[in-house]
T-cell receptor, first 112, second 114 residues
């Protein structure tokens, strides 16, 4: 079973900021939170990873509250090309048998 | 540099046939993963190689599925006596030696068993 819970789908409009929240109530001390993006007919692509507080890169920001039981992926000023499925995963990245357990993800649809 | 490549991109076969799916990881990546993805679902872990050996094959659904990586680079996923339920996209991912590096996925092979 996936360790995370995400909304099945979300809609937004071009130019808006989109926030996708993921619940991981049973996150372990050594677990990191990783987000992937998947376009149709492509494999998933890493977006961002974090442990606590806030992480930002050129694509997105990841907000993690102190209790780490949830996290929010923030996509600034989305465009039509951000339409994709977004997966939130948790796992101990220091574990040599580190496999990511994937849920169904959040299907994000951006409208013009 | 080149990413992960998978061949064929599409494979149509008949129930009961044998198929082989190939994955070429990123050069130098020691870890290689196979996943299976059904429509509307996230990837489902099948097997993980560290070098030439299968470090974890707990995700293989049954003994009809087998994977090899004889030289620690290219990997082949083999499915015997295919069934219609095997129809899915088979994804391969590779990762550098360092455990906490991200996985890089190929485009997948879309398998259809008629």
């Amino acid at each position: 079973l996936a360790k995370t819970t995400q909304p099945i789908s979300m809609d937004s409009y071009e130019g808006q900021e989109v926030n996708i929240t993921c619940s991981h109530n049973n996150i372990a001390t050594n677990d990191y939170i990783t987000w992937y993006q998947q376009f149709p007919s492509q494999g998933p692509r890493f977006i961002i990873q974090g442990y606590k507080t806030k992480v930002t890169n050129e694509v997105a920001s990841l907000f993690i509250p102190a209790d780490r039981k949830s996290s929010t992926l923030s996509l600034p000023r989305v465009s039509l090309s951000d339409t994709a499925v977004y997966y939130c995963l948790v796992g101990d990245k220091a574990d040599s048998n580190y496999q990511l357990i994937w849920g169904a993800g959040t299907k994000l649809i951006i409208k013009p | 540099g080149a990413g992960v490549s998978q061949t064929p991109s599409n494979k149509v076969t008949e129930k009961g046939k044998y198929v082989e799916l190939r994955c070429d990881p990123i050069s130098g990546h020691t870890a290689l993963y196979w996943y299976r993805q059904s429509l509307g679902q996230g990837p489902e872990f099948l097997i993980y190689f560290q070098g030439t050996g299968a470090a974890d094959d707990s995700g293989l659904p049954n003994d009809r599925f087998f994977a090899v990586r004889p030289e620690g680079s290219v990997s082949t996923l083999k499915i015997q006596r295919t069934e219609r339920g095997d129809s899915a996209v088979y994804l391969c991912a590779s990762r550098a030696r360092v455990v906490w590096e991200t996985q890089y996925f190929g485009p997948g092979t879309r398998l259809l068993v008629l």
